[in-house]
């Protein structure tokens, strides 16, 4: 049961970069939006902060990229901040089981989506968001701007744009939860808030250092509190059981940490009491998550011994 | 982040039987069979094992009872030390999205079920196993006697016999699953190992002394190795994911260890590196988890703070 | 094999009206809509037109309701008319098996609904219609007022505005089939023309005229051909089998003919090469078809021997 | 709306028999046991019978060949005319909109198969019909012969072994709505009577003949009655809307007759009131159907118009 005592990461980072480097097969990246599309798989950035905010990086760590679904943890924390357990009676926290655009659950289980971290949840937390707020997209961009210490954090107008060309299919989840009036918001309103969250632009170190709230037990950047202990233990439990798509078993299994994927390529992945990381590479999986990302993650917690199992 | 630093479990143990004491509704036995049906939803039992095996129980916690699916955990570390990756050939380890007996899922997935613990799943390890070793339930019967250190540790024939009774289920599982190759053992012997594994009787200070192997990442209570310490965390990461059936999200979010339910009404749990727990209350909810069970579980990671996240 | 040669269909309608009369339990209003769940169940009107269009009818045959998804009948026909084979590209011509607004074959089968009268498949048959015509609803009401000789047919503005501010369900549909590019009408228009088609105000005399081409074997009123001989029978196959919703077995088992419903209380009924039929009645069963009407056109075919089997 | 008076069929036939042979594609026999998967899809045979017994025939149409589901009609028919309406309650009579081994619906509907013609739906009529003879298989075979005039008509046991030794699907199903309480024969027992059946070997004549009762609306070839007049008419319609698996919206389109198809390449068909028809090809397409049957079947409503639309 020897378990690395680290002074610092940065070892472990480099060993990791060049084992990375010689990675053969690096997936595809996304293709749906061109802005994802010209995603280059051979680019590789990775960040781990320690509790008090001191981050280190390898790779193209500090380059920004396009967050996508990463963000939905942020908004949950912000949802879930703002109005506690009620949150819970509009949507789950099992994993769906299902591809993660899938409608199938959606209608046998009238309207409420499994987890805030498929499509459909995560209108859903938009959606209560934006009621408590009147900003959902504002909120979750000044959160990440405060907790990141990256004033010039921001959506990508192209980006969002290009998903809004692209958005029947959430369009069409927004539509049928409307109907069991599970969604409040406008629909157009609410894609739009929805588009503009999937569009920001963050780096490792942004977002490695903007997740420490996770891994400090719901405590802030600034040392006020968002979530309970407890709530934040809810938050990284959703992660670990729903984060990475249909493939949160392997990731379990794998890397055995809380994380959450999105298409652009990143993962974000919590040490709860011990760090944040945060690993970035364009080229997915046929499951939607990083290749190389997954496997600089498993590469790290084999290595360092810091799995929560 | 102030976590007790615990001398001993028994003044938590004493806390939590307290409240349960005064917990309101407590689910119904499961009625499936007589054996099972005739359990009284007032029973309560726990017990925490340290890792050099030191027990502290409290209430019923060295009366025996019905382990049932609790099995498959010990089942699934048998196979997994005989014949390690190939295992995962036949059986996958997503949580499955869907009751724990669905036919369903394994029809679109041709045949290899979803993970080790649900039904279908379990009966395609209990088929590896039985393959290995020319005995499953009798290799599963003497590695619980060893690593419990309980001698007397058995089936119990009449809770076998009722199943094979009701088996009807499982027959078309195990018959549906050999129609895509996946199962090798004739239907019948399969399923006489089965349900064996699933009568055996044991007690929570039993259950929770043989589980400390995963608390130790693999170590047998002999000091020999069973599993990898990968492979102790790849079993630990199964349990979190998809060891509560249906609820293993909801089971994350407020216990946040992994855990493997059983109709039985026990719960084992493990905290890595630290301790094991079996809990045991015949009266279970709608998704099959024992009521007073998961409640005391809750109460001792909210308590302790051993959560894993 | 005594099947009665009528001169008239008076008689019968007479002792069927006097049935009905009688009949307990009508079921219920569809309730979607205040304007249709405003229905009275024991309205009943029936009119059945000879080949020449020589109309019979008993009840309240004469007065108008709301047509909903009898329409899709036509509507059917034209875009068949219109555009051939091709639209069996678009739209399958299986039973759904299925409620008729599940998404869940939809899912299945990539944006394909399974058949042009669960609402999936006429927003598909609309789209093409609109596409060839630029005008959808108007090119519908135009057959219907030519073949029924009613020219004051036509929309009901309020049911169609009512349809509009409930269609979350339906603008869903659009939408997703609009990812798999089985959709290239704008959605807001697509659904505009689709509600119009829905609030067209009918009579029993009117629908029983205007169906006729489907009993000539494709000939419209005024002896030109709408339809090939191939075409009229493979509609009447596709109104056999997927015309009244998840009840078609049932529908064909008791009354045994083509026939489509609306969730207005009106069923259409072909008897090819004989007669066509039309009977209100606003109260559905739990399947969305009209009580009586189904109870109607059983002790029609039943008295008269006029079944296609 | 010109219709062939036909003298006799044999110029039909011949038609047809020609163009068949130019037919390209003629699919592959079914190959999950050796006796089909041996079979030519070169062979064709194609028989007509009168309603007085008179049959027309071309090709091979005295060769005998391996029925399989063709005879779920007949033990329909047979178990209707034991029990009526009690039937119903353990099959439905609604198209499965699903490949034809599905348990999917079948765990949707609690154990209720959706109709007779589906392997799960044949399994609890043969179970009604063994649990009222005593015999299922037997009474079946007695029925044909009787029906066809030919005496010779039997059970092949090499095909009845080998699909017993592949019928784990089955017994899968059998097993799994005996655990619905839908099944009460025991499992083995039910098996044998049921591959029996399948294993009747007879040729187009002797079907085309047998068939003759639902022509006749429930007349048998000695004149009495076997179904009342209003069963025969059910019997039809649930072949039309269920007969030919997943593809019976297709074959209502195209042949738009009450038809049955088996996997060893034969379609039954009757043109009520008139006439009917065996066809055999082994060649199927992947939905099960033969596809020089289909075609010859098409041809021959096409050429005579004597389809039910």
């Known amino acids: 049961m020897a378990i690395m005592v680290l002074q610092s990461f940065r070892p472990v980072l480099d060993t990791i970069a060049e084992e990375i480097a010689n990675l053969d ?7 749906y939006i061109p802005a994802l599309a010209a995603g280059d798989p051979r680019h590789f950035g990775m960040a781990v902060a320690d509790l008090d905010g001191t981050v280190y990086g390898v790779g193209e760590w500090q380059r920004p990229f396009s967050t996508q679904s990463v963000t939905k943890v942020y908004t ?27 409608l199938v659950q959606l209608e046998y289980e009238n309207g409420i989506p499994r987890n805030p971290f498929i499509n459909a949840g995560a209108l859903v937390v938009t959606d209560r968001l934006h009621r408590l707020t009147g900003d959902a997209s504002g909120a979750l961009r000044d959160f990440l701007r405060a907790e ?4 010039g954090l921001d959506f990508d107008r192209d980006v969002a744009a290009s998903e809004t060309a692209h958005g029947d299919r959430n369009a069409a989840l927004a539509h049928f939860m409307a109907s069991y009036d599970n969604i409040t918001t406008p629909v157009p309103t609410l894609l739009r808030e929805y588009f503009r969250q999937c569009s920001i632009e963050a ?12 891994a400090r037990h719901g405590i802030r950047a600034d040392g006020t509190r968002l979530l309970t202990r407890s709530q934040a233990k809810q938050v990284n439990a959703v992660m670990l059981t729903c984060g ?3 493939a949160a078993g392997d990731f379990a299994y794998r890397v055995g940490l809380p994380g959450k994927s999105g298409v652009g390529g990143a993962i974000i992945a919590v040490v709860p009491g011990r760090c944040t990381l945060c690993v970035w590479s364009p080229g ?24 929560v199992f």
């Open 25 to 31: 097969g690096r997936g595809r990246p996304a293709d």
């Open 148 to 151: 990141s210490g990256n004033d």
């Open 76 to 102: 949950l924390a912000l949802a879930l901040a703002h109005e506690g357990e009620i949150l819970w009676e509009h949507v789950g926290r099992e994993p769906s089981g299902n591809p993660f655009n899938s």
């Open 284 to 307: 997915l999986d046929a499951r939607g998550n990083s290749v190389a990302g997954v496997a600089a993650l498993d590469r790290f917690t084999t290595i360092t011994g810091l799995s």
């Open 203 to 214: 780096s490792c170190a942004d977002l490695a250092v903007a997740t420490g709230f996770l």
């Open 244 to 246: 990475t798509y249909d």
